[in-house]
């Protein structure tokens, strides 16, 4: 015999076994014992937050025999509805059945009397996903509804559902249960199961159930199964691809600090582990606000992910400017960039960019007579707002002109050096230009193409294009300006100047203007001694 689920199994069969959800309940009971009870709910909220379980609590209660503790558990009609045999309770999925005749079906039998119990109750899950001729036939019903019937309509998605069909109904609105509700749960029942589960892996699990119960008892399920009944917090993070919290603070360190080999190294280990990059950048965005959280109000209640020995560990070394700063950053690179097709190259190329805006300083305290070396606290709050250098169709016709195969050949030779470029400082652009291709080449112009917007667009954002110019020619000797593309944007523009070349309409060749670099004044050791000491405290004495 199969081994019944855990979701299945500890399914509330009483309102006091409901988790969360409380006003509800209370709402639900009152109706109930007055016997004010609705002839239509909707019950709209995230999947796994109790809906149907509630429509069934409340299917089984109006046919209790004992109206004063209903439901009891004990009666014919609770035992019928516990073992789901209840003919006056019918369940229908709105995903499968949703022809207009499906509902017309349960428009004639609603209209029989109750089989078995005093009123007939239907519960219409996903009931958004009904065609546009079956809604306006239940509506009908909802308008003109038949004596001792009761409909239940439950869904996730209530804006798709007619106006008319919500203004017949009581609406509830099912709110994703709190993490700690949620993790006393499983603790709960994991001593019934005789599963060893620790707090930390409840709150994970919670975590990751987004506000489910269905969701955490079914990944419950799977780390008992996977641990042999001993879930820790070191399993869930191996099953489902996850860091630990010290990580997560060693990476934000190591990003404030500018430190480029420890942030490749972490970010490569990831790959090799299978890390869930797009949840990892989440919960660092999440660590984030809760350093800047605690800093201002020195609250533990107000944290989230991290406990008040995490967060102290964090905002030892790390301002809580530069997390506000880090977490705006992996905000808008997540928006911006998509970080989905190549979400770990993406990420990596952010963490350098950031690490790599601290600049060393030198301050002097001239009350103590003392010098302290320190890294500037870079990033800002406030990052500038980068400027994009101008590719439309046009522009890549007029580069497309000055291209030639010759061209082509020898940047692309170039080009496969790239990965034997092993400096670290210089790890950012490796990272970015190894995920790029040569689509063409001109004697004054060089069109990559990527794969996704993302990487071209962060390509083409004027100061990382004249920071990757200045690479590739000191580098790979390509002495060129870089215009970057999605392959199907180049695609087009390609086929576009095939089209006019035939019309004999091609336009002139793009004038390009290379980046120049900025002559910086040979330092003289008078210059260093002033900028060491300070020119208040030198004295500069002629020849």
């Given amino acids: 015999?199969?081994?019944?689920?855990?979701?299945?199994?500890?399914?509330?069969?009483?309102?006091?076994?409901?988790?969360?959800?409380?006003?509800?309940?209370?709402?639900?009971?009152?109706?109930?014992?007055?016997?004010?009870?609705?002839?239509?709910?909707?019950?709209?909220?995230?999947?796994?937050?109790?809906?149907?379980?509630?429509?069934?609590?409340?299917?089984?209660?109006?046919?209790?025999?004992?109206?004063?503790?209903a439901p009891c558990g004990k009666c014919e009609n609770c035992i019928a509805a516990n073992e789901g045999t209840h003919p006056d309770i019918i369940e229908i999925n709105g995903a499968n059945e949703t022809h207009v005749d499906d509902v017309r079906d349960l428009i004639e039998r609603a209209s029989l009397a109750p089989m078995q119990g005093k009123i007939k109750v239907y519960i219409i899950d996903e009931v958004h996903q009904l065609s546009s001729a079956a809604s306006s036939a239940l509506l009908k019903t909802l308008e003109e509804?038949?004596?001792?019937?009761?409909?239940?309509?439950?869904?996730?998605?209530?804006?798709?559902?007619?106006?008319?069909?919500?203004?017949?109904?009581?609406?509830?609105?099912?709110?994703k249960i709190n993490n700690g509700d949620i993790a006393e749960h499983l603790t709960k029942i994991g001593e019934k199961e005789s599963i060893h589960i620790d707090e930390k892996a409840a709150i994970l699990i919670a975590s990751l159930a987004n506000g489910g119960m269905r969701d955490a008892l079914s990944i419950m399920d799977q780390c008992a199964a996977y641990t042999s009944d001993n879930i820790t917090i070191e399993e869930i993070n191996s099953i489902y691809g996850l860091t630990t919290n010290e990580e997560k603070i060693g990476m934000l360190k190591d990003i404030a600090s500018g430190n480029v080999e420890g942030i490749l190294t972490r970010t490569r280990s990831y790959g090799a582990k299978g890390i869930d990059i797009n949840r990892f950048i989440d919960d660092l965005i999440s660590i984030g606000k809760d350093s800047?959280?605690?800093?201002?109000?020195?609250?533990?209640?107000?944290?989230?992910?991290?406990?008040?020995?995490?967060?102290?560990?964090?905002?030892?070394?790390?301002?809580?400017?530069?997390?506000?700063?880090?977490?705006?950053?992996?905000?808008?690179?997540?928006?911006?960039?998509?970080?989905?097709?190549?979400?770990?190259?993406?990420?990596?190329?952010?963490?350098?960019?950031?690490?790599?805006?601290?600049v060393n300083v030198v301050k002097v305290d001239n009350n103590h007579a003392s010098m302290e070396v320190k890294k500037e606290e870079k990033p800002k709050?406030?990052?500038?707002?980068?400027?994009?250098?101008?590719?439309?169709?046009?522009?890549?016709?007029?580069?497309?002109?000055?291209?030639?195969?010759?061209?082509?050949?020898r940047s692309e030779e170039a080009f496969k050096n790239i990965l034997?470029?092993?400096?670290?400082?210089k790890?950012?652009?490796?990272?970015?230009?190894?995920?790029?291709?040569?689509?063409?080449?001109?004697?004054?112009?060089?069109?990559?193409?990527?794969?996704?917007?993302?990487?071209?667009?962060?390509?083409?954002?004027?100061?990382?294009?004249?920071?990757?110019?200045?690479?590739?020619?000191?580098?790979?000797?390509?002495?060129?300006?870089?215009?970057?593309?999605?392959?199907?944007g180049f695609k087009?523009?390609?086929?576009?100047?095939?089209?006019?070349?035939?019309?004999?309409?091609?336009?002139?060749?793009?004038?390009?203007?290379?980046?120049?670099?900025?002559?910086?004044?040979?330092?003289?050791?008078?210059?260093?001694?002033?900028?060491?000491?300070?020119?208040?405290?030198?004295?500069?004495i002629g020849e």
């Fill in 145 to 175: 509804p038949p004596e001792n019937v009761i409909f239940i309509l439950a869904t996730t998605d209530p804006q798709k559902l007619l106006p008319t069909i919500i203004s017949r109904c009581q609406r509830y609105d099912f709110t």
């Fill in 492 to 540: 087009n523009s390609a086929n576009k100047y095939r089209e006019l070349m035939k019309e004999g309409k091609l336009p002139e060749a793009k004038i390009i203007t290379k980046y120049e670099k900025v002559k910086t004044k040979e330092e003289t050791p008078e210059d260093k001694i002033l900028a060491l000491f300070g020119e208040e405290n030198v004295e500069i």
């Fill in 1 to 69: 015999m199969s081994r019944v689920a855990l979701y299945q199994k500890y399914r509330s069969t009483t309102f006091d076994e409901v988790v969360g959800q409380q006003h509800i309940v209370k709402s639900i009971q009152n109706a109930i014992k007055k016997d004010k009870v609705s002839h239509a709910y909707l019950f709209c909220g995230p999947r796994g937050t109790g809906k149907t379980t509630m429509a069934r609590l409340l299917a089984k209660s109006v046919n209790c025999e004992n109206q004063e503790n």
């Fill in 381 to 409: 709050v406030e990052a500038p707002k980068k400027e994009v250098i101008n590719t439309n169709e046009e522009d890549y016709i007029s580069l497309l002109v000055q291209c030639d195969k010759e061209e082509k050949a």
């Fill in 427 to 488: 790890a950012k652009y490796v990272e970015v230009l190894k995920e790029a291709i040569v689509g063409a080449s001109g004697k004054d112009c060089l069109i990559l193409l990527t794969k996704n917007d993302a990487l071209a667009n962060m390509m083409n954002e004027k100061e990382m294009n004249k920071e990757l110019y200045f690479f590739i020619n000191d580098e790979l000797g390509i002495d060129k300006m870089i215009y970057a593309q999605t392959v199907d």
């Fill in 292 to 358: 800047i959280t605690y800093s201002y109000t020195h609250k533990n209640n107000l944290l989230e992910t991290l406990n008040e020995k995490e967060v102290g560990e964090l905002l030892k070394d790390v301002t809580r400017e530069t997390c506000m700063h880090i977490s705006e950053s992996l905000l808008e690179a997540k928006e911006k960039y998509g970080l989905s097709s190549s979400a770990l190259n993406s990420f990596e190329v952010v963490a350098l960019m950031l690490a790599t805006e601290n």
């Fill in 420 to 425: 034997n470029i092993q400096d670290l400082e």
